[in-house]
């Protein structure tokens, strides 16, 4: 390993030490291998240090503690400690392919690029729970699919689970400016603002892993719907249509009931609109698992996805009217 790597690997990490274990576990196995770690733990009531001395001869690792803060200051952190020409962020629920530094090395020899995003996707040993909504998060018709289709390469906004940027891009953008909530949809829109070259890198993908319970993913999504409110805020113009779908589609459940009262055709035809919806989701789900326990997750798994993040994002627009 070299004294100054050309990766520095940051991430943030909150009471979660068992997912810092397989996230290190799989940077272990990188075919590519100079880069460095930094484990930022953000004030923690369950610590990670030991699992990380544990890998401290597997790695260039380095451990630090600070008081709790949230993920962005955490991350802007582990920057400021870092030492290589790029900074990569990954979340404490990702696994690392072997491939990642070697597709990322592999584009960076022919683009010129100052940030960049891969997508995510589900592992076979995740739960048939965290499967569906792995499918959920990145099926184009429940939006996913706005964070990783082939048209956006160089129109893309990569997300705190999988981005990199150059250490240039991080002295012009100071980082991440938000605590948490889409933290890192509003750096990405900054970095266009700013004319920088941000690229969707489709091979370098990571396995995401969502909630243990629907409950859980449910508190996750609303928080995504809260943020992305919270970036139009800070950035006027970008919520588009394709935001507001999962606060229609969350509406349309309320206003169902009344249509099937004062206009039973409209409630019915309503219904018949949600429930082609739902079996498509589930549908995708089964082509792309090839499970059907998978494929029957996904129908609560995108119901909780819609709702949740449609309510997020309405009960924040009802928030910033009020203040």
Not at 14 to 27: A, C, D, G, K, T
Not at 94 to 122: H, M, Q, T
Not at 251 to 272: A, E, H, S
Request: with cysteine; aromatic share 16%; proline share 4%.
């Amino acid at each position: 390993m070299k004294e100054t790597p050309k990766y520095s690997v940051i991430v943030p990490v909150y009471n979660r030490p068992e997912e810092i274990r397989e996230l290190l576990e799989s940077l272990t196995r990188q075919i590519f291998t100079d880069f460095e770690v930094l484990i930022v733990e953000d004030g923690s009531s369950v610590s990670s240090e030991e699992i990380v001395k544990y890998y401290s001869d597997k790695l260039a690792i380095h451990y630090f503690f600070k008081s709790n803060s949230g993920p962005g200051p955490s991350r802007n952190f582990g920057f400021e400690k870092a030492s290589g020409k790029y900074f990569v962020v990954f979340d404490s629920d990702c696994i690392v392919p072997l491939s990642y530094f070697s597709a990322v090395e592999d584009f960076l020899k022919v683009n010129i690029v100052d940030a960049w995003g891969g997508p995510d996707r589900g592992h076979e040993s995740f739960t048939l729970l965290q499967q569906a909504m792995a499918h959920t998060m990145s099926s184009f018709l429940t939006t996913g699919g706005i964070r990783g289709g082939k048209r956006q390469l160089d129109n893309y906004q990569p997300r705190s689970f999988n981005m990199g940027l150059s250490r240039s891009t991080y002295e012009k953008t100071k980082g991440f400016h938000f605590d948490r909530l889409a933290e890192d949809i509003e750096l990405s829109v900054r970095m266009k603002k700013l004319g920088l070259s941000v690229y969707l890198i489709p091979q370098a993908f990571v396995f995401h892993k969502r909630r243990s319970t629907l409950t859980a993913f449910f508190e996750q999504v609303l928080n995504f719907g809260r943020g992305r409110v919270l970036v139009g805020r800070q950035h006027p113009g970008e919520v588009k249509w394709v935001h507001w779908f999962p606060a229609f589609f969350t509406m349309g459940l309320f206003v169902m009931p009344i249509l099937f009262f004062l206009f039973p055709l409209f409630g019915w035809l309503m219904l018949f609109g949600y429930v082609v919806f739902l079996f498509l989701v589930t549908l995708e789900g089964y082509v792309k698992s090839k499970s059907i326990l998978v494929a029957l997750l996904s129908l609560p798994a995108s119901l909780v996805q819609l709702i949740g993040y449609g309510f997020g994002f309405l009960s924040q627009k009802i928030q910033n009217l009020t203040q």
